[in-house]
C-alpha cells in the first residue's frame, strides 16, 4: 500500500489546525438558579439519599413516563430519550418542540445528556445497567422505581412524589395524584351505577411480523390493570407475567383461555393495529367472547400504558365511557 | 416412488437391474418419512396454548370436535403446521438443489447466505414503511436471496467443493445481518417481535402468507424435480456434463434461481428458520446414498418437514406450549443444524497439508524501508485516531479542550464527556488489538487465512458465557464477567478443537466446526435473552453485536492486562507461528512440539479473544482482517506481523466505534455493526483475490 504522503500531512494538519481551540465558554455558571428554596434531598427507589442544591428546573429524563410526569408538573424537561417516539406513543402531556431528543431510550447519548447542563437526570430502575453511577459523576440522578407488578398504583405515588420532591412542585402532584383518585372514584361510581362492576377484561397490545402474530397481555399488577381494576373491572388474565411489568406474552390461541362471554377487550396500537390487521380474520379471535359480543375497545393511540397520573386518567376516562356506553 | 428409465438406452436391463434395490429402498424410506411426519403433524395438533387438548383434537380429527377446538385447529394449529409443512419442503429441497449446484454438502440457504439476504430485503422493506402486499414482499425477498446466492457463488469461485463457499456464505451473511440489525435499531418500533422474528418463528394467525407462497413452492418443487436428469449429469462435473451434452450454465442458474425462490418463500412466511435446508439433504443422503435427484429432492424436502416439526414439537414439549411461544423454531432448527454441520466436517475427508501458507506471504519480508514507513504511520494513526475518537462523538470536542482536560481544567460538563468517552475509546482500542493479535496466532496454527477467532466459535462462547452470567448473577462486576466469558471461550474452543481433531488438526474442518459452533453459540445467546429477558432489546443487541456504550475503566481492564502479558508472549513465540503457518510436517522436522506449542497459541488466542468480548461484546472480522491487511503490509512473518495487526486492529475498532458514535447522534450504532459493514468488503477482497 503506498500512501500518498503529502496529499495525507496537508490533510492531518488542516485537520489539526481546524480542530484546536476549545468549545466551551470557561466559566459558564452551571445552575444560576439562586433559588428561593433552598436545597432539597429526595431518597430515591434505590434508597440513595439525593441532594439538590435547590429544586431541579432544567431536568432530562430518559423513560416517557418518567418525561410525561416532570412535563405534566410544569417543568418542562429540557431533554427526553427517543422525543419522536414520545409524541407518538405518549399524549397525555404533549411535550414542546424545545425538548431535545438525547438518542434512544435503550442507550441514550450521555454527550446529549450533559449537553443539556441539566440540573437532574432522572431514570427509570433497570437492571445491569452501568449508566447511573456514570452519569452520578457528573449530575445527580434521580431512579424512579417505574413498575412493580406487586403494588403498581402505589409505586407511581412514589415515583411521582419523588419526582415532583426533585423538582419543588409537591403541592401540584398532591393536587393531581387527588385529582386521580377521584377521577377513578367517579370512573368506579358510575360503573356501579351502571350494574358492571366485576366485568372481566383483557388489556393488550401486539405486533405482527410477516403473518406472525404476537400478543402481549397486561397481567394482574400491569399499571393499566391497575388503573380499570380501580374503576371496578377485573383482569381477566391469569397467564404468567413479569413481575415488574405484569406484561406476559401470548399467541392468539392462547387467548382462548378467556371464556366468560361478558369479557371486554381494551387493546393500545399506537403505531400498527395488528388486532385488526393480523387476527381480524382468523378463526380463533373470531370466537373469543368479546369478538362475538363486539366489547372490543382500541384505545387512543398516545395513550401510554407505562405514564403517569395524566395517561392514568386518559386510560381510566376511555375504559369507564366503553364500560358504561 | 417410481424410477422409469424412460429412452433407448442399450443399457436399460442393466440399470434397471443395478436400481431396483434403491428403488424399494427409496419407497421404504419415503414411507418411513411419510409415518413419521404423520405421527409428528398428530402430536403437533395437539400442542398449543389453549385448552384444546390431545382427546378433542382427535373428536375434532373424527368429525366430532366442539366449536372451540375446530376454530383453535382452524385458526392457530393448522396455520401452523401448514408453515411448518411449507417450511420443510421449501428449505429442504432448496438445500438439496443448492448443494448440487455448488457440488458441496456444506451448501445451503443458511450457508450461502440466501436466507440472510431475503431476510435483509424483507425487514428493509418494513423499516422504510412500504407496507407493501405479500407477494411483493415475497418479491423483494427473493431478488434478495438471489442476489446474496450470485455473490456468494460467484466469489467462491462456482461449483468448487471447497470449504471456501461456506466461509465467503458466512461472510456475506455476517454482513447482511449486521444491516439488518442497524435497520432494527434506526427504525427501532418497538423491536421485541422482530428480534425474535429475526430467529424464524412459527407463530403465524392466518393462512395468508402460506397460502401464496404455496403456489411458488409447489412450481418450484415440481420444477426442480422435472430438472432432476440434469442436475445428476451436472453432478458429474462441468465438462463431463458438457460432454454430455448439458448446458452447465443453464443448468446452474436454473436450479439456483428456483432454490432461491423456495427459500425466499420460507423467509416470507416465517423468517430465517436456521440450517434446515443444510440439514435435510445431508440427512438425506445417510438414509439413500446413492440417490438420483429425482428421489434427492423430495425425500429431502421431507426431511425437511421432520426437522422442522420435529423441532417444534420438542420445543414445546420441553417448555409448554405458552412459554415456547417466546422462542423462535428457527433456534432449535439451527442447533440441529450445527450438529449435522459438525457431524459431516468430521466425516468429511481432511485436505491435508495441501493448503498454501496464508496468502502465500510466508518469508515474503518488505524492504525496510516500506517497513520503517509503515511503521511511522501506523504509530502516528495509534496517536491521531484515539484523540480524533475523543474529539468526536455526539458533541464535538475540539483539540484546546483535550488539553484543557488533560490540565484538569475544564468545565464539569466536559470533563464528564471526556471521563466517560475516555473508557470507550480504550475499549474500542484495546479489544480491538487482542482481537488482531489473537486472530494471527489462530490463522498461523490453522493455516488457513479466512480463520478468526469469531468464526471459530470463541466469541460466541465468550459471550454465552458472559451472557449466562448476567442472566444468573444481574449485577456482576467486570472481573466476574470478564471470567465468566474465558470460561464460556476455553470449552466452547476445547469443544470445537476436540471435534475438529481427527488424528490430527485439518484447518478446513476447523473452521467448519467453528462455524457450526458459532452459529449455535448465537442461537443459544438468543434463546438465553428472548427466555430470561425478553423486554431487554438493548441488552441482546449489545451482546450479539459489540457495543462500547456505558463501558466503565474497570471493564476495559481485563482486556488491557490480557494484552500487556500475551502479545509479548505471542511475539516471542513468533517463529514458532512462521513455522506452523508453513504446513504440517516442516515444523515437526524441524524438532517443534507441533501439537503442545499449537495449544499454547491457541489459548492465548482464546484468552485475548475472550477478554475483548467482555469488553465490547461480540465483534467478528477483527480477527481476520488485521492479521490479513498486515501481511499484505510487511509480508508473512510474525515478529512483524504481530505488531502491526495488533495497530491495525486497534486503529480499525477504535474507528469504528468512532463513527457509529459520531454518525446518528444522538442515536449510536454499535461498533460491531460498523466493523461487519466495513470488514465484509474487505472480507471479500479477500476473496475475490484469492479465487481459484
Not at chain 2, 466469489?155 to 435497520?183: C, F, M, N, Y
Not at chain 2, 465468550?462 to 472481573?479: E, Q, S, Y
Not at chain 2, 470449552?491 to 478446513?508: E, H, K, N
Amino acid at each position: 500500500m503506498r500512501l500518498p504522503t503529502p496529499a495525507v500531512l496537508v490533510a492531518a494538519t488542516a485537520l489539526l489546525l481546524s480542530a484546536c481551540g476549545t468549545t466551551e465558554n470557561t466559566a459558564a455558571a452551571p445552575s444560576e438558579s439562586a433559588a428561593a428554596s433552598g436545597p432539597v434531598t429526595v431518597t430515591d427507589s434505590r434508597g440513595k439519599a439525593v441532594t439538590l442544591k435547590a429544586p431541579a428546573k432544567r431536568v432530562v429524563a430518559l423513560e416517557w413516563g418518567e418525561a410525561e410526569m416532570v412535563a405534566s408538573l410544569g417543568v418542562m424537561p429540557v431533554g427526553a430519550a427517543d422525543v419522536a417516539g414520545y409524541h407518538v406513543w405518549d399524549k397525555a402531556v404533549p411535550l414542546t418542540a424545545e425538548v431535545k431528543d438525547v438518542g434512544k431510550r435503550n442507550e441514550p447519548s450521555v454527550d446529549a445528556i450533559v449537553g443539556l447542563n441539566p440540573d437532574v437526570v432522572i431514570m427509570a430502575e433497570e437492571r445491569d445497567s452501568t449508566l447511573v453511577p456514570q452519569i452520578e459523576k457528573y449530575v445527580p440522578v434521580v431512579v424512579t422505581k417505574s413498575s412493580d407488578a406487586s403494588r403498581n398504583f402505589d409505586r407511581l405515588r412514589e415515583d411521582f412524589k419523588l419526582i415532583a420532591k426533585t423538582v419543588g412542585k409537591e403541592a401540584d402532584a398532591e393536587k393531581q395524584l387527588s385529582e386521580m383518585d377521584a377521577e377513578l372514584a367517579e370512573g368506579k361510581k358510575a360503573v356501579e351505577a351502571k350494574g358492571a362492576a366485576g366485568t372481566p377484561f383483557l388489556m393488550a397490545d401486539g405486533y405482527l411480523e410477516g403473518s406472525t402474530v404476537s400478543i402481549r397481555p397486561f397481567g394482574k399488577g400491569s399499571l393499566v390493570s391497575d388503573t380499570a381494576e380501580a374503576v371496578g373491572l377485573k383482569n381477566a388474565w391469569t397467564g404468567k407475567v413479569d413481575p415488574q411489568w405484569g406484561l406476559g406474552q401470548t399467541d392468539v390461541e392462547g387467548l382462548t383461555a378467556l371464556t366468560d362471554p361478558k369479557t371486554v377487550l381494551f387493546y393500545s396500537a399506537s403505531e400498527e393495529d395488528v388486532f385488526t390487521t393480523g387476527l381480524a380474520q382468523n378463526a380463533v379471535y373470531q370466537r373469543l367472547p368479546f369478538v362475538v359480543s363486539k366489547k372490543i375497545h382500541k384505545l387512543e393511540t398516545g395513550t401510554w400504558t407505562f405514564g403517569g397520573p395524566k395517561s392514568i386518567i386518559m386510560t381510566a376516562d376511555q375504559i369507564v365511557k366503553a364500560i358504561t356506553a | 416412488m417410481t424410477t422409469e428409465v424412460r429412452g433407448t438406452s442399450p443399457r436399460r436391463g442393466l440399470v434397471e437391474t443395478v436400481r431396483t434395490p434403491q428403488t424399494i429402498r427409496t419407497a421404504v424410506v419415503s414411507a418411513g418419512l411419510v409415518v413419521l411426519i404423520a405421527v409428528l403433524a398428530g402430536l403437533h395438533l395437539t400442542q398449543g396454548t389453549s385448552t384444546s387438548g390431545p382427546l378433542d383434537v382427535v373428536k375434532a380429527i373424527f368429525g366430532q370436535g366442539d366449536a372451540q377446538t375446530l376454530a383453535v385447529l382452524e385458526g392457530s394449529r393448522v396455520p401452523r403446521l401448514l408453515a411448518a409443512l411449507l417450511l420443510g419442503i421449501a428449505l429442504g429441497v432448496a438445500g438439496a438443489g443448492l448443494q448440487s449446484v455448488a457440488r458441496n454438502p456444506l451448501a445451503s440457504p443458511d450457508t450461502l447466505a440466501v436466507n440472510a439476504g431475503a431476510h435483509f430485503a424483507v425487514v428493509a422493506i418494513s423499516a422504510f414503511g412500504l407496507s407493501l402486499p405479500l407477494v411483493p414482499v415475497g418479491g423483494a425477498a427473493f431478488a434478495g436471496g438471489l442476489a446474496a446466492a450470485v455473490v456468494v457463488l460467484g466469489l467462491a469461485g462456482g461449483g468448487s467443493a471447497s470449504p471456501r463457499l461456506v466461509l465467503v456464505g458466512s461472510a456475506v451473511l455476517l454482513a447482511l445481518q449486521s444491516v439488518t440489525i442497524l435497520l432494527l435499531l434506526l427504525f427501532e418500533q418497538e423491536t421485541n417481535g422482530l428480534f425474535a422474528w429475526g430467529s424464524g418463528s412459527l407463530t403465524v394467525a392466518d393462512l395468508r402468507a402460506t397460502g401464496q407462497m404455496t403456489p411458488i413452492v409447489v412450481l418450484a418443487v415440481v420444477a426442480l424435480i422435472a430438472m432432476g436428469r440434469r442436475l445428476d449429469v451436472l453432478a458429474l462435473g462441468d465438462d463431463n456434463a458438457t460432454v454430455l451434452g448439458l448446458r452447465v450454465r443453464r443448468t446452474r442458474v436454473t436450479a439456483v434461481v428456483l432454490t432461491v425462490a423456495l427459500t425466499a418463500a420460507a423467509v416470507t412466511v416465517a423468517g430465517p428458520v436456521g440450517f434446515v435446508g443444510l440439514s435435510a439433504p445431508v440427512i438425506t443422503r445417510l438414509l439413500l446414498p446413492i440417490a438420483k435427484h429425482r428421489a434427492l429432492l423430495p425425500v429431502s424436502g421431507l426431511v425437511g418437514v421432520v426437522t422442522v416439526l420435529g423441532a417444534d414439537v420438542v420445543l414445546r414439549a420441553i417448555m409448554g406450549s405458552a412459554a415456547a411461544v417466546r422462542v423462535p423454531t428457527g433456534v432449535v432448527t439451527t442447533i440441529v443444524g450445527a450438529v449435522v454441520m459438525v457431524w459431516l466436517a468430521r466425516r468429511g475427508r481432511g485436505s491435508g497439508s495441501r493448503r498454501p501458507a496464508p496468502a502465500g506471504r510466508v518469508g515474503v519480508a518488505g524492504s525496510a524501508r516500506r517497513l520503517v514507513t509503515i511503521s511511522v504511520v501506523l504509530v502516528a494513526l495509534l496517536a491521531v485516531v484515539p484523540v480524533v475518537g475523543l474529539m468526536l462523538g455526539d458533541r464535538m470536542v475540539l483539540l484546546g479542550d483535550l488539553a484543557n482536560w488533560v490540565d484538569g481544567n475544564t468545565g464539569t460538563a466536559l470533563t464528564f464527556v471526556l471521563d466517560q468517552r475516555l473508557p470507550r475509546v480504550l475499549a474500542a482500542l484495546l479489544a480491538g488489538a487482542a482481537l488482531a493479535v489473537s486472530g494471527c496466532g489462530i490463522q498461523s496454527v490453522s493455516r488457513n487465512p479466512l480463520a478468526e477467532p469469531g468464526l471459530l466459535g470463541i466469541t460466541a462462547g465468550a459471550g454465552l458465557g458472559a451472557i449466562t452470567l448476567i442472566t444468573i448473577v444481574p449485577a456482576v462486576g467486570a472481573w466476574s464477567i470478564a471470567g465468566a466469558a474465558g470460561v464460556g471461550a476455553t470449552v466452547v474452543f476445547a469443544l470445537v478443537y476436540g471435534l475438529a481433531w481427527r488424528s490430527g488438526l485439518d484447518s478446513d474442518r476447523l473452521v467448519i466446526i467453528g462455524i457450526a459452533v458459532w452459529s449455535a453459540g448465537m442461537a443459544l445467546i438468543t434463546l438465553l435473552i428472548v427466555v430470561s429477558d425478553p423486554w431487554n432489546s438493548a441488552k441482546a443487541l449489545t451482546w450479539l453485536s459489540g457495543s462500547t456504550y456505558g463501558r466503565t475503566l474497570e471493564q476495559v481492564a481485563p482486556v488491557a492486562l490480557a494484552l500487556i502479558v500475551l502479545t509479548p508472549l505471542s511475539w516471542i513465540k513468533h517463529r514458532e507461528l512462521d513455522l506452523h503457518a508453513l504446513d504440517e510436517d516442516t515444523p515437526r522436522v524441524l524438532g517443534l512440539r507441533v501439537e503442545r506449542s499449537r495449544l499454547v497459541v491457541l489459548a492465548a488466542s482464546g484468552i485475548l479473544a475472550a477478554t475483548a468480548v467482555s469488553a465490547i461484546g461480540v465483534v467478528v472480522f477483527v480477527g481476520l482482517v488485521a492479521p490479513h491487511l498486515a501481511r499484505s503490509l510487511v509480508g508473512g512473518r510474525h515478529g512483524r506481523v504481530i505488531p502491526v495487526a495488533a495497530a491495525l486492529g486497534a486503529l480499525l475498532v477504535s474507528v469504528a466505534d468512532t463513527l457509529g458514535r459520531t454518525v446518528i447522534a444522538p442515536a449510536q450504532i454499535p461498533a460491531g455493526l460498523v466493523i461487519a459493514m466495513v470488514g465484509t468488503p474487505y472480507f471479500v477482497l479477500v476473496l475475490w483475490r484469492t479465487r481459484p
